[in-house]
């Protein structure tokens, strides 16, 4: 059964420099998401995608973020200046449709530690 | 508001007992609303939808729109279902509660 995979499962990285995480969505989904979850927290919205345009985003998601799908199969996550309170877990996900009933597939998640 | 809120961080439970895992939802419209699950070093999966009505794994969830409600059951848990377990309501974006880790004695 097809997988959203996510590279690396783990990053570390320091203040101020940038991360990008990594996402293959489903290869026929049209919808993507990156949501993530700080420790203890819940799993909150970050931003989806669709025909290589946000779709919508959170507040979360300010000038310091930004997706791309370089290729017809990748979907990246990208954190200009990482903070200390961008440690977390993210997750990608995607979808074939964006129906309010719809399933979303989530990938393993990466955590992105920032020292 | 749109919100999700699952009241319980844990729930523990021996094998074979009942369990229920609240989830009240804030939304003005009619709801999507989502049962997802996370077993140990596992993604999150779908485990149930409310538009399908259906049971998985023995576990079923009712919407009730007039408690703004959607809370999973099951009547006799098993060990491996011991997870943690996100309500989630849809509305182009999934808004997640902060989840409940169910632990299954043996």
């Known amino acids: 059964e097809p997988e959203v995979t996510q590279t690396p499962s783990h990053q570390v990285t320091q203040m101020g420099q940038e991360v990008i995480l990594r996402c293959v969505p489903i290869s026929n989904h049209l919808y993507f998401y990156w949501y993530r979850q700080i420790l203890g927290q819940k799993v909150e919205f970050l931003v989806s995608f669709y025909n290589n345009e946000i779709s919508e985003k959170s507040e979360i998601f300010d000038d310091q973020f930004s997706v791309e799908r370089p290729d017809g199969s990748n979907f990246t996550l990208k954190i200009r200046s990482t903070k200390l309170e961008d440690s977390a877990m993210y997750f990608c996900?995607?979808?074939?449709?964006?129906?309010?009933?719809?399933?979303?597939?989530f990938g393993p998640g990466t955590r992105l530690t920032v020292t | 508001a749109q919100r999700v809120t699952q009241p319980e961080k844990l729930l523990s439970v021996f094998k074979g007992a009942p369990v229920e895992l609240k989830c009240n939802y804030s939304y003005s419209g009619s709801p999507e609303l989502f049962w997802y699950v996370q077993y140990s070093r596992q993604r999150l999966q779908l485990l149930l939808r409310h538009i399908s009505r259906e049971s998985i794994k023995g576990f079923t969830a009712d919407l009730n729109k007039g408690e703004t409600s959607f809370h999973l059951k099951k009547p006799f848990a098993q060990e491996e279902d011991s997870a943690m377990y996100y309500c989630?309501?849809?509305?182009?974006?999934?808004?997640f509660g902060t989840g409940t880790r169910l632990q299954v004695f043996p």
């Open positions: 996900a995607s979808s074939y449709y964006q129906d309010r009933d719809s399933e979303q597939y």
């Open positions: 989630a309501l849809n509305t182009d974006k999934l808004i």
